[in-house]
């Protein structure tokens, strides 16, 4: 399946009409393929991929598109700031792939020769 059927089968199974999550799915398919040395995403891959754009949507409705850390409270009198350190929530994690993602991922993996 090339990027632009999984695009088009991600937006279809996610309700998602326009072009604003284009790049996230096309951003997210390539650092797939990137990670297992495909040319072409297997089918069996789209439920990971809508996964992860649903978490994107999800992490940006609760945090904002704007953030520059992920800041998890912050405190005015005597200046107080807690980063998120958690590795499952980190801005990081949601854009790329986590432990667990890589753990999913291992069985689509390819050998370079």
């Not at 990027?3 to 997210?28: C, F, H, P, Y």
Request: aromatic share 8%.
């Amino acid at each position: 399946m090339t990027t632009e059927e999984m695009v088009t089968e991600v937006k279809k199974n996610l309700n998602i009409t326009g072009i604003e999550r284009d790049i996230d799915i096309k951003d997210i398919c390539q650092t797939v393929l990137n990670y297992c040395n495909l040319t072409d995403l297997p089918l069996e891959l789209e439920q990971f991929i809508r996964k992860k754009v649903k978490s994107i949507i999800n992490y940006e409705v609760e945090n904002g598109t704007t953030n520059v850390f992920d800041i998890k409270s912050v405190s005015v009198g005597d200046t107080s700031y807690t980063y998120n350190v958690d590795s499952n929530l980190s801005k990081e994690t949601i854009y790329g792939l986590s432990i667990s993602d890589k753990n999913t991922l291992k069985q689509f993996r390819r050998i370079r020769r």
